[in-house]
C-alpha cells in the first residue's frame, strides 16, 4: 500500500434552490462496506488528531463544516491534503500513517470506515509502523 492508492474522491452534489445534498454510497463512490461512522468535533485550535495508521481499516474522511490538513505518510512518502468542502472525500487505504491538524473553528470531520472500532487494527508506534512496514 503506498500513498497514491489514497485519493480525493469528488462526491455527487445535488443542488438546487432549497441547499446541497451529498451522498456516499457503498461499493459505488467507495470500494467499501460502511461498518462504523465516527466524528471530530470541538477542536481546540492548534490540536492534532490521528497520529496512526491501521492495518486493514480503509476509511473516507469527509469535512462537514469547516477545513482540516491531513498528512499522509506511508513510510516513504508523504503528502499533505486539504480538506475544505463536504462533497470530497479523502480515501485512505490501510498501512498508511496519518495525522489530522490545522483543523479551523468549528470544523466537523466525519469518518466513514470499513470496520468497526478494534485497538488491535492500530498502529500507534511510528517506529513499529516503519519496521512492519519495510520488512516485507
Ligand atoms: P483515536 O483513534 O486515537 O482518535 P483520532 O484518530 O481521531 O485521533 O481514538 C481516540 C479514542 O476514542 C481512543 O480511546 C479510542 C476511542 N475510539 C472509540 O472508542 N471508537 C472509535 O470508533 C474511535 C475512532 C475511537
Known amino acids: 500500500m503506498n500513498i497514491d492508492l489514497c485519493k480525493v474522491i469528488n462526491l455527487p452534489k445535488v443542488q438546487d434552490s432549497r ?6 454510497e457503498s461499493n459505488n463512490h467507495i470500494s467499501f462496506d460502511i461498518q462504523r461512522v465516527y ?10 488528531r490521528g497520529g496512526h495508521a491501521h492495518k486493514d481499516l480503509h476509511q473516507l474522511i469527509i469535512a ?3 477545513s482540516f490538513d491531513v498528512v499522509l505518510d506511508d513510510g516513504k512518502n ?17 498501512m498508511i500513517w ?13 469518518v ?5 472500532y478494534d485497538e488491535d487494527d492500530y498502529y500507534r508506534d511510528y517506529a513499529e509502523f516503519m519496521r512492519v512496514r519495510w520488512q516485507a
Not at 471530530?40 to 485550535?45: A, H, K, W
Not at 508523504?78 to 490501510?94: F, M, V
Open 19 to 24: 441547499g446541497n445534498l451529498t451522498f456516499v
Open 98 to 110: 496519518r495525522e489530522l491538524d490545522n483543523f479551523s473553528s468549528g470544523s466537523v470531520c466525519m
Open 112 to 116: 466513514l470506515a470499513s470496520n468497526k
Open 64 to 66: 462537514m463544516s469547516g
Open 78 to 94: 508523504k503528502k499533505t491534503i486539504h480538506l475544505a468542502r463536504s462533497y470530497y472525500g479523502l480515501y485512505i487505504c490501510p
Open 39 to 48: 466524528y471530530l468535533y470541538d477542536v481546540p485550535g492548534g490540536s492534532a
